[in-house]
Antibody
Framework: QEQLVESGGNLVKPGGSLRLSCAAS????????MSWIRQAPGKGLELISYVRGSGTYTYYAASVKGRFTISRDSAKSSLFLQMNSLRAEDTAVYYC???????????WGQGTLVTVSS | QSALTQPASVSGSPGQSITISCTGT?????????VSWYQQHPGKAPKLMIF???DRPSGVSDRFSGSRSGDTASLTISGLQAEDEADYYCSSYTGSGTLVVFGGGTKLTVL
């Protein structure tokens, strides 16, 4: 049974840091694409970062580039998102997801809430 | 502003059919057969309903269908049911480093 479970969401002050984790179970995730997709309150979906294969290629949306870092530990079937210099506009539910090479996302985690507020 | 354009809301009565449009460009929707649609109920993760423009994952009702004409994709839900009330998002492969772009979402209300 393929499953993605996020953790690490919390309330953090502007300028602070947070590290999100995603535990993947099942046979589908191996060296596949893994991504973080966020959804601000009442807003749509935004793919902010993904890692391809063992981590040799990473992508960041302009909104997070230079502040967030994605990484994966294939041996532990885990995905991480290190978030630094957090801003109020980073407040969102963050989903771990596994897109196919054609961008199809069949597997989503349940989401973890990050709130950036003083 | 989202890369793909969807209507903010649509509504229909039980048993009726509705269609949600998703307009992009030749760099995404019109350029690849990789349009997907997701259903999201409040407080839940999105669920894949349609992929590759018109294919349904196993377990998704055949009341859901997808199509595309030029740069606009469409999701049609026939025989509307109360449980179809949700937000619907389209997405498309982009062929660039972005990988996938989303629409802004459409809220479906079943009257």
């Amino acid at each position: 049974q393929e499953q993605l479970v996020e953790s690490g969401g919390n309330l953090v002050k502007p300028g602070g840091s947070l590290r999100l984790s995603c535990a993947a179970s099942g046979s589908s995730f191996g060296d596949s694409y893994m991504s973080w997709i966020r959804q601000a309150p009442g807003k749509g979906l935004e793919l902010i970062s993904y890692v391809r294969g063992s981590g040799t290629y990473t992508y960041y949306a302009a909104s997070v580039k230079g502040r967030f870092t994605i990484s994966r530990d294939s041996a532990k079937s885990s995905l991480f998102l290190q978030m630094n210099s957090l801003r109020a506009e980073d407040t969102a539910v963050y989903y771990c997801a596994s897109p196919s090479v054609r961008g199809i996302i069949a597997y989503w985690g349940q989401g973890t809430l990050v709130t950036v507020s003083s | 502003q989202s890369a793909l354009t969807q209507p903010a809301s649509v509504s229909g009565s039980p048993g009726q059919s509705i269609t949600i449009s998703c307009t992009g460009t030749s760099d995404d929707v019109g350029g690849y057969n990789y349009v997907s649609w997701y259903q999201q109920h409040p407080g839940k993760a999105p669920k894949l309903m349609i992929f590759d423009v018109s294919d349904r994952p196993s377990g998704v009702s055949d009341r859901f269908s997808g199509s595309r004409s030029g740069d606009t994709a469409s999701l049609t839900i026939s025989g509307l049911q109360a449980e179809d009330e949700a937000d619907y998002y389209c997405s498309s492969y982009t062929g660039s480093g972005t990988l996938v772009v989303f629409g802004g979402g459409t809220k479906l209300t079943v009257l």
